[in-house]
């Protein structure tokens, strides 16, 4: 069971390149969420999508687009990098409302913007 | 105000001490309170959970609400070196709340 899979796990870009990051899950979840984790700053949340066809912002959404390609599927664009975007990554899905629920995260995308 | 208030330490205790780490929070409809613990270079993983108020025990492991406070807490007895991680509490309503994460080493 593979559960939430990014990729590329590392990745350097110049300033101004773009780039996308893929993010699959295989657990049926409806929620799906882009996190950014820097430094004493903890998880911040980029985006995030309810349920296929929805996505809203997050805390930190400016530089970054997404698409829910489908329901297994949630992939996070860079369109112009920047240095203030080096970060880990890490793409989570969950079932969707506002009882219990676990977040699964995928094992993160190191990016370096140079 | 952010919504979960975290110590990011870090906090460094000798094998056998007994760990508490904290946060609180300002928004009163969250239910669900959830301890992470996320080790280098890997994505956080549930360590556990309670609902509502009160205390919930597994194993060395016990998390606290107190939502009067609003304030929660995990206590780590018997820390062992493995136990070295950063700490994230959560809550959730439709999304989640992330804590900024405490690093915790045991030093054996």
């Known amino acids: 069971n593979a559960g939430v899979t990014q990729t590329p796990k590392f990745q350097v870009l110049k300033t101004g390149q773009s780039m996308t990051l893929q993010c699959a899950q295989d657990?049926?979840?409806?929620?799906m969420y882009w996190y950014r984790q820097d430094p004493g700053m903890g998880l911040r949340l980029i985006y995030y999508s309810a349920s296929e066809g929805t996505t809203d912002k997050g805390e930190v959404p400016n530089g970054y687009n997404v698409s829910r390609l489908n329901k297994r599927e949630f992939s996070l664009r860079l369109e112009s990098a920047a240095p203030s975007q080096t970060s880990v990554y890490f793409c989570a899905s969950s079932v969707t409302g506002i009882g219990l629920a676990e977040a699964f995260f995928g094992q993160g995308t190191r990016l370096t913007v140079v | 105000q952010k919504e979960v208030e975290q110590d990011p330490g870090p906090l460094s205790v000798p094998e056998g001490a007994i760990v508490s780490l904290n946060c609180t929070y300002s928004?009163?409809?969250?239910?669900?309170f959830m301890w992470y613990r996320q080790y280098s270079r890997k994505g956080p993983e549930l360590l556990m959970y309670t609902y509502s108020s009160g205390n919930k025990e597994d194993g060395r492991f016990t998390a606290q609400v107190d939502k009067s406070s609003k304030y929660i807490s995990l206590f780590i007895r018997d820390s062992q070196p493995s136990d070295s991680a950063t700490y994230l509490c959560a809550m959730r309503f439709n999304k989640f709340y992330f804590g900024s994460g405490t690093k915790l080493n045991v030093k054996p």
């Open positions: 928004n009163s409809a969250f239910q669900y």
């Open positions: 657990m049926n979840h409806n929620s």
